[in-house]
């Protein structure tokens, strides 16, 4: 069995009876392929990046599921189909999952927190932002050195 994740994005102006329904489709889709569901994650509606058939916002969606290729080709042809999917793209997370060995480790994304965003988020880009300083500085002495050479 293989792990994939798809995150699509569907019609933000939907009502919510219809949001359900394209839910229950696509989470449908995988489990009458033999693949099971691990996480269904709707992120809310957010702008998006350049319109998509006319819409500028959308509701996006991150599902993680277990199956075979064939789950892939069926759930990604469903929805091609399905109006309300505005944007999808699966990839691919592991070729061989195996479900206990998931269970017994710990997650591997850490649980964003407002409060920790503060100082520690900035303690860690301006020490990125050194490190790139450095590096662009050792850049433009080689730059130098070869307009000086040739």
């Given at each position: ?139 433009s002495d080689q ?8």
């Amino acid at each position: 069995m293989r792990k994939y994740e798809t995150f699509f994005i569907m019609d933000p102006d939907l009502p919510d009876e219809m949001n359900q329904a394209a839910d229950e489709r696509v989470k449908g889709v995988v489990a009458s392929q033999g693949g099971t569901v691990l996480s269904y994650e709707p992120w809310g509606k957010n702008k998006l990046a350049y319109p998509v058939k006319k819409r500028t916002r959308g509701l996006y969606v991150l599902m993680a599921y277990t199956g075979g290729p064939a789950l892939v080709a069926e759930l990604e042809r469903i929805m091609r189909l399905d109006e309300r999917i505005l944007k999808f793209i699966t990839v691919k997370l592991d070729d061989r999952f195996d479900p206990a060995k998931e269970e017994a480790r710990p997650s591997e994304r850490p649980a964003f927190h407002e409060e920790e965003s503060g100082a520690g988020a900035t303690a860690d880009s301006s020490e990125d932002a050194d490190e790139e300083g450095e590096e662009a500085a050792d850049f433009s002495d080689q730059d130098d050195e070869e307009e000086k050479s040739g």
